[in-house]
């Protein structure tokens, strides 16, 4: 064992001193420890004020928890497992035991059914008389957290009357970027043919706060469409001339680097325009001539491409 006490220069009679101890000594589960301490005025009188005895007791170890991994990915699952002790006694014991679901993770499997209320989890199990190890498996998803984060889990416990909370992780769980296109994963656009539509992919996320992301579009399928900058962030799309409705879909994906996002979609409805013919003409007869009707075939409801084109 090892100490250290750290004093003012002078202390005044009856006035209260604090006092620092490091142990650097390694604490079985279940054991009381007993040292002391000597205290002095000086160097030359380490002790003659007198002898502090200490005691140190650590409680038996009922609860041991754990993950099985440090890393993680946007998407993988994470296993948390919390080990309860077997029961050596003759008398059950009943375990409380509690923690916390991280923001974003959700619950793939329990295996003992805990009770969920918000985002804090319990359980209690019951520990028969003489019985082995119990193992609660806590399998986590973590698709939704899209953002870098540490993760860490506060497992608190009630056995017997004695309480105690353990900490683990710290799990780094390394997040992906988000596409989006004018805010969402999937976006649907009208507009008429020859028109300009404008996307934005502005609102994509990156999983840390000093990435840089690059953006490519892409035209996948429907006709043929300009886009006037496939790496920026911001684009206009200039549609075509089109005989008749028609759906163009255009992709968005972003990177920071070192992972690419899933890509955005935005569908874009052309609509033809409908072009209205002229006034059939109209002939008189008189003198009792017969008249000639002239008939005009395909003028309405057929699209003329040289007024479309001068329109």
Do not use: C
């Amino acid at each position: 064992m090892s100490s250290t006490a750290y004093f003012s220069t002078q202390v005044d009679a009856n006035e209260d001193e604090g006092l620092v101890l490091n142990w650097d000594k390694e604490l079985k589960p279940d054991t009381l420890y007993i040292t002391a301490l000597e205290i002095g005025t000086g160097p030359d009188a380490a002790d003659n004020i007198g002898l502090m005895p200490i005691e140190l007791y650590r409680n038996a170890t009922y609860v041991t928890s754990s993950v099985d991994s440090e890393l993680l990915n946007t998407g993988d699952m994470l296993t948390l497992s919390i080990e309860l002790a077997a029961n050596t006694s003759d008398e059950a014991m009943t375990f409380d035991i509690q923690t916390r679901i991280p923001e974003g993770l959700s619950i793939e499997n329990d295996s003992h059914m805990g009770t969920l209320d918000g985002q804090m989890l319990s359980w209690q199990v019951t520990q028969a008389a003489n019985s082995e190890i119990q193992n609660i498996i806590l399998v986590l998803n973590t698709a939704e957290q899209v953002m870098s984060k540490t993760l860490s889990f506060d497992v608190a416990h009630t056995v017997n009357s004695a309480s105690l909370t353990e900490t683990v992780g710290p799990v780094m769980l390394e997040g992906i970027p988000v596409a989006l296109i004018n805010g969402n994963s999937s976006v649907n656009v009208s507009a008429e043919e020859q028109t300009v539509v404008s996307l934005s992919a502005t609102d994509s996320t990156a999983p840390n706060a000093d990435d840089v992301l690059t953006y490519s579009w892409a035209h996948v399928s429907g006709p043929a469409i300009t886009i006037d900058d496939t790496t920026a962030v911001d684009i206009n799309v200039t549609l075509p001339d089109v005989d008749a409705n028609s759906s163009a879909v255009v992709e968005l994906t972003v990177s920071n680097g070192t992972k690419t996002a899933t890509v955005a979609t935005a569908t874009i409805a052309i609509t033809a325009k409908v072009v209205t013919p002229d006034p059939e003409p109209t002939s008189d007869s008189s003198g009792g001539a017969m008249g000639l009707s002239v008939l005009l075939l395909g003028l309405l409801g057929i699209r003329r491409r040289s007024q479309k084109s001068s329109s």
